[in-house]
Nanobody, 121 residues
Framework: QGQLVESGGGLVQAGGSLRLSCAPS????????VGWYRQAPGKQRELVARITSGGSTSYADSVKGRFTISRDNAKNTVYLQMNSLEPEDTAIYYC???????????????WGQGTQVTVSS
């Protein structure tokens, strides 16, 4: 309970698409704000996209118009649709979320284990 699991990473050619998913590993009450981060070799981890509990979204300039973050509250799952992928998007992608483990509990912040995205030129 209270762990995040990412899936959907892989190897894709430039111009291709991938969809990442992030969900709690067990049963929880609710997922609040969620952010997708990425870290390329030798670089700092950066925020790629974020979605609030109400569905408001924000994006890094480098992915605007190409990436879309969305959520399915019934499944407690957040997605990152990545289109027009570029070699510069190659990184480990991490999900970060505020989870309410039970009704009335305060949100706690969790990180997933990361999923590798590799874009070949």
């Amino acid at each position: 309970q209270g762990q995040l699991v990412e899936s959907g990473g892989g190897l894709v050619q430039a111009g291709g698409s991938l969809r990442l998913s992030c969900a709690p590993s067990g049963s929880i009450f609710r997922v609040d704000a969620v952010g997708w981060y990425r870290q390329a070799p030798g670089k700092q981890r950066e925020l790629v996209a974020r979605i609030t509990s109400g569905g408001s979204t924000s994006y890094a300039d480098s992915v605007k118009g190409r990436f879309t973050i969305s959520r399915d509250n019934a499944k407690n799952t957040v997605y990152l649709q990545m289109n027009s992928l570029e070699p510069e998007d190659t990184a480990i992608y991490y999900c970060n979320a505020d989870l309410r483990l039970s009704r009335g509990s305060f949100p706690r912040n969790y990180w997933g284990q990361g999923t590798q995205v590799t874009v070949s030129s």
